[in-house]
C-alpha cells in the first residue's frame, strides 16, 4: 500500500484529493494546505484524513505526493519532497520560470525520485488517440480560447498557452528551431491573447492561438499530413479524419462550376476514466518501474522554457 498526501485543496487539489483518495493500492495519509479550514471542508478530510498546514507536518512514511498548490509553491514544496526521497506530480506549470523548473528536475534526478507533470491534457481522450493516429504531422494548429477569468492571476502564456506548447512538441516530436510571439493585455494587466509560431527541426510548423476574451470556450486541434487532415475536439473529445477523394471543375467552354468531395473517418475514441485519473494512474505506474510518466519533469522544463519565451516576446514593444 502506497501512502499519499495532496498539497493543496483548491480548484485543481480538491480533484486530485478525491481521485488519490479513490485509487485502489493508495492510502491518502495526509491533505496538505496553509488554510486548514477550506481544506477540511473536504469530503475526504471530513472522513478522517489528516490536514496539516505545511510539509514539517508530514508524515515520515509518504511514498509520493501530488503538488497541486499555486505556482510560486511548486519549487520550494518540490525541493522539500525530493530531499525527503518522496516521489512527486507536480501541476502545470512545473515551475514559474526556467531556473526553477530546471533545480527541481535536476533535484529529482539526484534524489533518484520520480518527477511527473500535471500537463493533463495529454491525458484527454482525444487528444491521446490523436497521438496514436499522428504519423509525420506538416502542420498543426491549436486553439485554445476562453472567457475572462478572474480567479487566474497568471498570464495566459502560463496559464493556458502552456497546454499547446507541450501538445505542439509532443505531437511534432522533434526539437523546436525556432519561436515567433505576438500577445496583448486586454484585461487583467498581463497577457490575455497571444498568437504563436513554433518551428521544428523536421520542418513541421504549429500555430497557436490562445486568449481568455472570448465569449464563447474553444478547444480544437488540427493537423495537416500528407493525404489527410485529422481534426480533434477536445471538448466533445471527438476526432475527425478527413481525406480528398475527387475534385472536379469545368470552366470557359462550359459553365463555370467547382466541386470537390472528400472521405470523413471518425475513429471510435475510448472515453473511459477522467483524464486526472488516467494521470495519476499513470504516475503510479511509473513509481512501480513499469515506464516512465508520459509528461516527465524533462517535458515540463521544455514547456516552463518555451512559455518564458513566448511571453518575452509578447511584451516586446514594437520597433
Not at 508524515?59 to 516521489?87: Q, S
Not at 533518484?112 to 491534457?121: K, N, R, T, Y
Request: some cysteine; proline content about 6%; hydrophobic content about 45%.
Amino acid at each position: 500500500m502506497l501512502k499519499a498526501a495532496v498539497f493543496g485543496a483548491g480548484n485543481m487539489g480538491r480533484h486530485h484529493i478525491r481521485i488519490v483518495d479513490s485509487t485502489p493500492g493508495v492510502e491518502l495519509v495526509a491533505i496538505v494546505d496553509p488554510d486548514t479550514e477550506r481544506a477540511r471542508q473536504h469530503p475526504v478530510a471530513a472522513r478522517g484524513v489528516p490536514v496539516v498546514a505545511g510539509i514539517d507536518d508530514l508524515p515520515d512514511d509518504v511514498d509520493f505526493a501530488v503538488v497541486a498548490t499555486p505556482t510560486p509553491y511548486h519549487t520550494p514544496i518540490g525541493l522539500a519532497l525530493f530531499e525527503r526521497g518522496i516521489h512527486a506530480l507536480i501541476e502545470k506549470p512545473l515551475a514559474g520560470n526556467p531556473d526553477d523548473a530546471r533545480a527541481l528536475v535536476d533535484a529529482a534526478q539526484q534524489a533518484g525520485v520520480i518527477l511527473a507533470v500535471g500537463h493533463v491534457e495529454r491525458y484527454n481522450p482525444a487528444i491521446s488517440s490523436l497521438a496514436r493516429l499522428v504519423t509525420r504531422p506538416l502542420s498543426i494548429s491549436i486553439e485554445r480560447l476562453s472567457p475572462q477569468t478572474p480567479r487566474i492571476q497568471d498570464s495566459v502564456v502560463f496559464d493556458l498557452t502552456i497546454h499547446d506548447l507541450d501538445l505542439a512538441c509532443w505531437l511534432a516530436a522533434s526539437p523546436v528551431s525556432a519561436v515567433h510571439a505576438v500577445g496583448a493585455d486586454v484585461y487583467s494587466g498581463s497577457i490575455d491573447v497571444a498568437s504563436t509560431i513554433l518551428q521544428f527541426e523536421n520542418g513541421c510548423i504549429a500555430t497557436l492561438q490562445t486568449s481568455r476574451i472570448t465569449e464563447d470556450k474553444v478547444r480544437r486541434i488540427t493537423v495537416a499530413e500528407a493525404g489527410r487532415y485529422l481534426i480533434a475536439d477536445t471538448i466533445r473529445q471527438d476526432i475527425e479524419i478527413k481525406r480528398q477523394a475527387e475534385v472536379s471543375y469545368r470552366g470557359q467552354d462550359e459553365e463555370l462550376t467547382f466541386a470537390q468531395s472528400s472521405v470523413v473517418e471518425i475513429p471510435t475514441i475510448d472515453r473511459s476514466g477522467e483524464p486526472i485519473r488516467r494521470e495519476i494512474n499513470d504516475f503510479l505506474e511509473a513509481i512501480a518501474g513499469q515506464h516512465v510518466p508520459k509528461v516527465s519533469g524533462t517535458d515540463g522544463l521544455r514547456a516552463v522554457e518555451l512559455a518564458a519565451r513566448v511571453e518575452e516576446l509578447c511584451l516586446e514593444k514594437p520597433a
